[in-house]
Nanobody
């Protein structure tokens, strides 16, 4: 049973920082691509950042480039998202996602590429 558990969300003022964590269990962590998505009320789920676990290649949506950093600690099966210079439009529920071992991910920021999802952690930004 694959499990992804996010933490680190909270409420912060615009310009502040948060660090999200996602602990993965139940499968071979090193064989997957993993990603962070976010969803604001009334909006579609959006890919924020992704990482190909085997080589560490990372991908970001344009709106977060230069502000967010995705990283991993493979030894601890943990994925991180460092978010700096937060803006009100960054608010939403943030989800950790993992692609199945057999999947070859082509569109790293598309939710359709991911098979397993966490429950989410809420990020609130006050202006």
């Amino acid at each position: 049973q694959v499990q992804l558990v996010e933490s680190g969300g909270g409420s912060v003022q615009a310009g502040g920082s948060l660090r999200l964590s996602c602990v993965a269990s139940g499968y071979t962590y090193s064989s997957n691509s993993m990603a962070w998505f976010r969803q604001a009320p009334g909006k579609e789920r959006e890919g924020v950042a992704a990482i190909f676990v085997a080589n560490g290649n990372s991908y970001y949506t344009d709106s977060v480039k230069g502000r967010f950093t995705i990283s991993q600690d493979s030894a601890k099966n943990t994925l991180f998202l460092q978010m700096n210079s937060l803006k009100p439009e960054d608010a939403g529920m943030y989800y950790c996602a993992s692609a199945g071992v057999q999947r070859r991910v082509l569109r790293f920021l598309s939710p359709r590429e991911y098979d397993y999802w966490g429950q989410g952690t809420q990020v609130t930004i006050s202006s």
